[in-house]
């Protein structure tokens, strides 16, 4: 099932994403440097939501230090139907109408405010008005507005998970539902699709919209869905599973429910000129038509209106994981470096397995690294985190990168066919022993070959022949000479941005050692 906590992480995705979709209002003042970013609220009586602003240069290209910063939102024009309060994170001076606020920027870093917005119980769906925003620093000052809206609350609400299967260069279809969970009509609903290339949408329906790859898709419906009944798509979404797909790899696919004002008022100013709709029939709910005008509309609660679907892909196509060892020398103290790898023999790409996959386990990742003897880690990958299937495992906050263990256990990155992926890790020689042996293992299910599945990590080898691959393809001296002080991150950075370089944009933004610091 899918947890509280990974959904609450989803809906934070979406509702990041539908943010910065958002239009960035103009600076007034023309002399200032900055401009406003910021968006419009729908907020139900009785009920919050959060807004956000921030700077952004007006010249992309130049890098601008705020410090002492100010940002005054007049809510005069909203006082009448809603509260208006700060979030967090600087000193405020709060009035009946206004709020003055003071904070320090660190350099490097733009001005971002949050603030809170309450509807009064007795507001009225309908209602409107616009807050006065500006933020001053270093003389000058941006202004902007948001328009605030009070919307009538309803629920939608979907299962949590949905699973599908098909074989490479196949279709899986992936069922989805939406239950409408309040006691008022909701007139209308967008479905956001947010899939993988290797699992992608399909579909080919008329009020389905989709980029040229199906790794984003938005299907329309114009239907009432009513109180507490449930609506099942006419079809299942149709999921297309790339030959090179490997059998035993689970895609998630994002189905995301959005009222229709809620996606108006999120995507209004978005770029969708990438998007195309479909030419076939059209995807349905409930056929039934619409008639006469209405209040907006606002989830209530969307935590739950959002499905992770798994795509399971079956056949029998696999990935074939050929280790390569290493071997360095040096005397006691000195550090060395070691980057033991694998290659991926093909034919199926093996597919992101790490941090940011569902539901992965510390043991499901598929590369484990055991430290030689007499060594110690003294600099880690942030691929990495120490191999302790002991303790409670959670993939944010485990210590990636972590040095000092003796065991550890790693994603990977997307690797297709005769790609290689290395892991630097920078010892320190605690005692000289002759042939001091580690080892760089893969296990991954459905590898057609065992045999070069483990190579060996050895310091000090009495044999210089490529002892170090454990007779699976030749090995790498990684070290013959002790790499000492500022070498050591010199070569670990190299390695980094080189590792960085050969992976694909997508996946780079999307995981690649993305970390969450609240």
């Known amino acids: 099932m899918l947890t509280h906590s990974t959904r609450r992480w989803l809906a934070g995705l979406g509702v990041a994403g539908a943010f910065i979709a958002a239009s960035a209002s103009p600076?007034?003042?023309?002399?200032?440097?900055?401009?406003?970013?910021?968006?419009?609220?729908?907020?139900?009586?009785?009920?919050?939501?959060?807004?956000?602003?921030?700077?952004?240069?007006?010249?992309?290209?130049?890098?601008?230090?705020?410090?002492?910063?100010?940002?005054?939102?007049?809510?005069?024009?909203?006082?009448?139907?809603?509260?208006?309060?700060?979030?967090?994170?600087?000193?405020?001076?709060?009035?009946?109408?206004?709020?003055?606020?003071?904070?320090?920027?660190?350099?490097?870093?733009?001005?971002?405010?949050?603030?809170?917005?309450?509807?009064?119980?007795?507001?009225?769906?309908?209602?409107?008005?616009?807050?006065?925003?500006?933020?001053?620093?270093?003389?000058?000052?941006?202004?902007?507005?948001?328009?605030?809206?009070?919307?009538?609350?309803?629920?939608?609400?979907?299962?949590?998970?949905?699973?599908?299967?098909g074989t490479p260069g196949g279709k899986a279809g992936l069922p989805a539902v939406v239950r409408n969970a309040g006691e008022t009509p909701v007139v209308g609903a967008v479905l956001v699709v947010q899939a993988e290339y290797l699992a992608a949408y399909g579909g080919d329906f008329s009020n389905c919209k989709s980029d040229e790859w199906g790794m984003t898709a938005f299907c329309t419906f114009d239907t009432k869905i009513e109180p507490g009944k449930s609506y099942k798509l006419s079809e299942n979404l149709p999921i297309n599973v790339a030959p090179e797909a490997r059998t035993g790899a689970k895609f998630p696919v994002v189905l995301d429910w959005w009222t229709t004002d809620d996606w108006d008022l999120a995507f209004k100013d978005w770029f969708l000129d990438d998007v195309k709709p479909g030419k076939g029939e059209e995807l349905r709910l409930v056929a039934q038509s619409v008639q006469g005008a209405r209040v907006p509309q606002t989830d209530l609660d969307k935590m739950n209106n959002m499905t992770l679907g798994t795509v399971r892909v079956t056949g029998d196509n696999h990935a074939d994981l050929a280790t390569k060892g290493v071997t360095a020398s040096g005397k006691k103290g000195d550090v060395v470096t070691v980057e033991p790898s694998f290659t991926n023999l093909g034919p199926a790409v093996l597919e992101y397995l790490g941090q940011g996959t569902p539901g992965i386990r510390l043991e499901d990742l598929p590369v484990?690294?055991?430290?030689?003897?007499?060594?110690?880690?003294?600099?880690?990958?942030?691929?990495?985190?120490?191999?302790?299937?002991?303790?409670?495992?959670?993939?944010?906050?485990?210590?990636?990168?972590?040095?000092?263990?003796?065991?550890?256990?790693?994603?990977?990155?997307?690797?297709?066919?005769?790609?290689?992926?290395?892991?630097?890790?920078?010892?320190?020689?605690?005692?000289?022993?002759?042939?001091?042996?580690?080892?760089?293992?893969?296990?991954?299910?459905?590898?057609?070959?065992?045999?070069?599945?483990?190579?060996?990590?050895?310091?000090?080898?009495?044999?210089?022949?490529?002892?170090?691959?454990?007779?699976?393809?030749?090995?790498?001296?990684?070290?013959?000479?002790?790499?000492?002080?500022?070498?050591?991150?010199?070569?670990?950075?190299?390695?980094?941005?080189?590792?960085?370089?050969?992976?694909?944009?997508?996946?780079?933004?999307?995981?690649?050692?993305?970390?969450?610091?609240?």
Not at 103 to 121: L, N
Not at 454 to 461: E, M, S
Not at 501 to 516: D, H, I, N, S
Request: aromatic residues 8%; charged residues 20%.
């Open 368 to 518: 484990r690294v055991s430290v030689p003897a007499d060594t110690t880690v003294i600099e880690a990958p942030y691929d990495c985190v120490p191999f302790a299937p002991e303790k409670e495992w959670d993939p944010w906050t485990a210590g990636w990168g972590e040095p000092g263990a003796k065991e550890y256990a790693c994603q990977v990155l997307e690797s297709w066919k005769d790609y290689e992926t290395s892991y630097s890790f920078a010892l320190r020689i605690d005692k000289v022993v002759p042939d001091a042996t580690g080892a760089i293992t893969t296990t991954l299910v459905g590898d057609p070959n065992k045999g070069n599945n483990t190579a060996k990590i050895v310091i000090n080898p009495t044999n210089t022949d490529g002892g170090g691959d454990g007779g699976n393809g030749g090995g790498d001296n990684g070290g013959g000479l002790p790499i000492t002080g500022q070498s050591t991150g010199l070569i670990a950075g190299l390695g980094a941005l080189l590792l960085a370089a050969g992976v694909g944009g997508y996946l780079v933004a999307k995981r690649r050692r993305t970390r969450f610091v609240a």
């Open 27 to 165: 600076a007034v003042a023309a002399e200032a440097p900055f401009e406003i970013a910021t968006h419009d609220l729908l907020v139900a009586p009785g009920h919050l939501d959060y807004g956000y602003f921030y700077a952004q240069p007006v010249d992309t290209e130049s890098e601008l230090k705020f410090g002492q910063t100010s940002v005054d939102v007049d809510f005069s024009a909203v006082a009448d139907f809603a509260t208006v309060e700060p979030a967090w994170g600087w000193a405020c001076d709060v009035s009946a109408t206004k709020l003055h606020c003071e904070t320090d920027v660190e350099d490097g870093q733009s001005p971002w405010f949050a603030y809170m917005v309450t509807g009064k119980d007795d507001a009225k769906p309908g209602q409107k008005g616009s807050l006065a925003i500006s933020i001053t620093s270093g003389g000058k000052t941006a202004r902007a507005t948001a328009d605030i809206t009070i919307a009538e609350g309803v629920d939608l609400v979907s299962d949590p998970t949905v699973e599908a299967s």
